[in-house]
């Protein structure tokens, strides 16, 4: 016997039992009906938050225990779409193993300022790469059976505020930036459920948006799957079903159920809006039960190296003078709390119990030869005391290198607020003065969610390594890379500013009274500082190795699927590595803002000393658009396109020129179209210019100078003027027909 599909279910159940399943039991599952099991949907996003006894979304109740994979900031930074979708497929094998039917995450929220406090939680400032790490990360986890619920749809870009707050967006920074990566891991990956945000959207809640939650994400992206409010996220039950979100979570207790089959009652809300809910909610209550396996297990040591793995592959080496890669007989100090007490995660509704915890101390002692003396010349809180700090300088000046581990201390970053600088603890940057004045060989080692301002030290340390938050596995990753156990690949997701005051948002962030203001518009991320021509302390895309990589044959050909950039990447060091090619575009004459060059495609390249390999990026046609505000639709600009392939964004190896055909679009005419416009119309131009002298038989626009005066005048407005010789009817008529070509 077949199973009853999603409709025939909810065709068999009472207005009662459908308001029910279109919210949640309690907590973390669904409420079951006649015929509909009830699922678990829990954090997320990288590990699995199951909690066992009080349930709360912010972090505080212990959960059953869980591989830490590294938070999203990392594996941002790793540009390995394959690694994610390993850990996509680790991560549903546990919540499999733990019976939860969809896990909560991705977050692929575009980082717009390096304030926010959940920026650990977001993979990259930049939509394409959030996009393809997040799809391939989804494609991981639902191949267990296991839905994902890729969030918080959409614009929620800070904390300050984040269950009222309106981002004021203009609609194409909102299409071109903060959708497209959402719309990406929709269309490439299709999760079995998507996370509306707290926030508002250009003045109305993203849990009520009929245009977010239904024009946009159904219609234009042609998704079939469920939204979910996120935790709380409901403001009008009503208001929500219909616009488009099918599940509210938690439960409200009944509460807004009964609002729901009140409305029904009343007329206000139509019974076959709450059915397509319930019917998409019976879908992913199938679809789990599907996937589910009472005797599934998972191998938690291989999830562990697995761990460790992509924390290996996000750390990015940042600067190296050669200091790096120790060797096992060299002379180190460990200075630094966080590494032997390591900040592995961020704070909030993502905190994971782990399995196991390395520490990179105990990590580095196992790979040294040499005994490794420790001080941890700060205390957690990233205060210290004058005995802290003089432990630590005797330690450093006995050492012939340093590993001086510093970084944010936990209660600086978190969910539900934002940072209101960049800085390391002052103390923490004495200390660094004090160990510096001693020992001139200090490896700077981070740990940070959000990036921290390094223009302080940079240039007079002889490296640094970026190891933001690596999950329970970073430690013994941390030691692979100091000693080159493993070759460093990882690449900047973000910029990291020389200042705050460089950012761009700065002076827009986080808003006030209810407004936060995207004044920056289009120029998020690298796009702002390279559009200034701004210095920046450490680049988008940019990362180090231990071998050098070298770029040749590079070509770039246009079709109708979009960009085929060839090139050979050549491992020219002395050690195998990996390299991560990226791919960026620009359009330099074109008619509408852009950023000079935009991250369009990469690829990750394993490559043994001495070999080569010809890589591919496909740059799709799609990316290429922008959203032309005038018709309301993506469009490809004809014209000379500059492909850069590049190791960052200010790295540029090699560039080509190539012709882009452009779309064919038609932008209606009207009398409030300028006379430059209707000139520019291929049909109506000649047609209307005759009609009114434009093509140089006389009138009012027969004299060139006159005309190029005139351009940016509605056509309206001058065909009232005495002496145009063209009667409003004419020109309704002229347009009318101009448009109807
Ligand atoms: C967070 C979500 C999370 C949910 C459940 C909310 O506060 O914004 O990311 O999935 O709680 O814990």
Known sequence: MTNPTPEEVVGSLSLEQKAGLTSGADFWTSQEAPGVPSIMLTDGPHGVRKQQGGSDHLGLNASVPATCFPPAVALGSSFDAELLGRVGVALGEEARAESVGVLLGPGVNIKRSPLCGRNFEYLSEDPILSGVLGAALVNGLQSQGVGASVK?????????????ISADIDERPLREIYLRSFQRVVQDAAPWTVMCSYNRINGVFASQDPWLLTSV????WGYQGLVVSDWGAVVDRVASLTAGLDLE???SGGRTDAELVAAVGAGTLSETVLDTAAVRVVDMVQKAVAGADSSATYDAAAHHALAREAAAASMVLLKNDGVL?????SSVAVIGHVAQAPRYQGAGSSQINPTRLDNALDEIRALSTLEVPFAAGYSEDGSSTPEQTA????????AGTVLLFLGVPAAQESEGFDRDHLELPAQQLELLEAVLAVNARTVVVLSNGGVVRLSAFAERVPAILEGWLLGQAGGGATAQVLYGVVNPAGRLAETIPVRLEDTPAYGNFPGEHGHVRYGEGLLVG??????????????FGHGLSYTTFEYSDMSAVADDAGITVSLTVTNTGGRDGADVVQVYTGLSDSSVARAPQE??????????VGASSSVVVQVRREDLAYWDTRISAWTV?????????????????AEASVEVAGDEIRVPLSVDSTIGEVMAHPVAGPMIMAAVGGDGSGGILGDPSMLKMLESAPIGRMMGFPGSGVEPEQLAQLLAAANAE
């Open 152 to 164: 918080h749809f959409a614009a929620n870009n800070q904390e300050t505020d984040r269950m009222r």
């Open 217 to 220: 994400l159904r219609e234009e």
């Open 249 to 251: 979570m938690p439960s």
């Open 325 to 329: 890669p120790l060797s096992p007989d």
């Open 391 to 398: 432990e630590a300088v005797a330690a450093a000046s006995a």
């Open 526 to 539: 690298y796009r702002w500082y390279d559009a200034r021509d701004m210095p920046v302390s450490f680049p």
């Open 599 to 608: 991250l369009k495609g990469f690829a990750k390249v394993h490559l043994a």
């Open 637 to 653: 600009e004809g014209g000379p396109y500059t492909v850069s392939v590049g190791a960052s964004s200010r790295d540029i190896r």
